[in-house]
Nanobody, 120 residues
Framework: QVQLVESGGGSVQPGGSLRLSCAASGSIFRVNVMGWYRQAPGKQRELVAV???????NYADSVKGRFTVSIDNAKNMVYLQMNSLKPEDTAVYYC??????????????WGQGTQVTVSS
């Protein structure tokens, strides 16, 4: 019904940058909130950054000042610009979207995840 496809993960040295993209498609009436979560080995999934359709953002304290989330409402896409990456940023990053469809409001969908590895 709704699909999220992430791209842009990879390996980078500490201090480097990566940009993640996520495209939402399917029977979407309206995108309310999109964002990024991450899960490191042995840890729970945690919020990284989210943004609503009006551009209001929320960041985890650990990424404030280094990561920037943005949204393209016309394309139903969300981006995560990650700068000054640290080894502790290593995780699988998941895109999430809360959307209105024909059948439900604020339904939550997840992407398949993309690996980000920060290592020297």
């Amino acid at each position: 019904q709704v699909q999220l496809v992430e791209s842009g993960g990879g390996s980078v040295q500490p201090g480097g940058s990566l940009r993640l993209s996520c495209a939402a498609s399917g029977s979407i009436f309206r995108v309310n909130v999109m964002g990024w979560y991450r899960q490191a080995p042995g840890k729970q999934r945690e919020l990284v950054a989210v943004i609503n359709s009006g551009g209001v953002t929320n960041y985890a304290d650990s990424v404030k000042g280094r990561f920037t989330v943005s949204i393209d409402n016309a394309k139903n896409m969300v981006y995560l610009q990650m700068n000054s990456l640290k080894p502790e940023d290593t995780a699988v990053y998941y895109c999430n979207a809360a959307v209105d469809t024909q059948y439900s409001n604020y339904a939550s969908y997840w992407g398949q995840g993309t690996q980000v590895t920060v290592s020297s």
